[in-house]
């Protein structure tokens, strides 16, 4: 399901990927980066008032 997010949804979906305990401190794997820049992707449409997909792991509007 494609959800609008606004870009502080988007920011707040990025910090919680990048503090999650499994990945503190160390770079990020292959399927991790893939991930991160789809988190980018989803803040950067939002800044140009798109709309995304929200990342469902990590989207705070219960997508």
Not at 33 to 52: I, K, M, N, T
Request: net charge negative.
């Amino acid at each position: 399901m494609v959800t609008p997010v606004t870009p502080d949804e988007a920011n707040e979906a990025i910090r919680a990927f990048m503090v999650a305990p499994v990945r503190r401190g160390r770079p990020l794997w292959p399927e991790e980066q893939a991930e991160y820049e789809e988190l980018l992707d989803a803040w950067a449409a939002a800044v140009r008032g798109g709309s995304h997909a929200s990342p469902s792991r990590y989207a705070l509007n219960g997508s």
